[in-house]
């Protein structure tokens, strides 16, 4: 299994919901992280989890919460977001903490916050 | 403040002709500079990826150059066909940061015309 696997595809909330993202891997890797993406932009890094704690947070809003409750598994949890948070979200997971070992994408969550 | 420029932001090319991408970057702690394809609705893919001690590498019809004194690289895609329309990322990291941190590009979007 070469894959990380993003679920749900596709995501419309509310203001006031709640909700989860979900990712999974099944290759190994120690490393996974969680991205943001808008529209014709590159990538931006959001969270980096490295053996299933969380290593780096890049000033992100609290009303995102990272969970990493095993080495397979990594959820972004979202609460009261704003439409300017509508994005692609992005996981990826490396074999260890360095990038040079290779990231493999999921094909992310497609968010509409209205 | 944006790490790596790349340029052109969008490319036209017929097919069979040649892509050109290029990348620069200003830290000189980065040695590890992979490029990733990404097409609409699906996240990056690692296309191929260079270290600073080689000034060429070759994977089928994609080339990377990389300059070191210059602090440049580029993508070079040969005999491009139409399902190399993507979008395009250089990216550069420093592996010596645990982390696995990718500062990415702009981006560069293709479009191959039959």
């Known amino acids: 299994d070469t894959e990380v696997t993003q679920t749900p595809k596709h995501l419309v909330m509310g203001m006031t919901n709640k909700k989860s993202l979900k990712c999974e891997q099944h290759m190994g890797h120690r490393a996974m992280y969680w991205y943001k993406q808008k529209a014709k932009k590159p990538p931006e890094l959001m969270f980096v989890?490295?053996?299933?704690?969380?290593?780096i947070n890049e000033s992100v809003p609290s009303r995102f919460s990272p969970e990493c409750p095993n080495s397979s598994l990594l959820n972004l949890h979202l609460h009261a977001l704003q439409p300017e948070d509508s994005a692609l979200y992005l996981c990826?997971?490396?074999?260890?903490?360095?990038?040079?070992?290779?990231?493999?994408f999921g094909s992310g969550t497609r968010l509409t916050v209205v | 403040q944006q790490q790596v420029k790349q340029s052109p932001q969008s490319l036209i090319v017929q097919k069979g002709g040649i892509s050109i991408i290029n990348c620069a970057y200003e830290?000189?702690?980065?040695?590890?500079f992979p490029w990733y394809q990404q097409f609409p609705g699906k996240g990056p893919a690692l296309l191929i990826a260079?270290?600073?001690?080689?000034s060429e590498k070759k994977e089928g019809r994609f080339t990377i150059s990389f300059n070191k004194s210059a602090k440049q690289f580029s993508l070079h895609i040969m005999d491009s066909q139409p399902g190399d329309s993507a979008t395009y990322f250089c990216?550069?990291?420093?592996?010596?940061?645990?982390?696995?941190?990718?500062?990415f590009g702009a981006g560069t979007q293709v479009v191959v015309t039959p």
């Open positions: 260079i270290r600073p001690d080689v």
């Open positions: 989890y490295s053996y299933e704690k969380l290593s």
């Open positions: 990216a550069a990291s420093n592996t010596a940061d645990s982390w696995g941190k990718l500062q």
């Open positions: 990826a997971s490396s074999p260890s903490g360095g990038a040079n070992y290779g990231y493999t």
């Open positions: 830290n000189t702690a980065f040695d590890y």
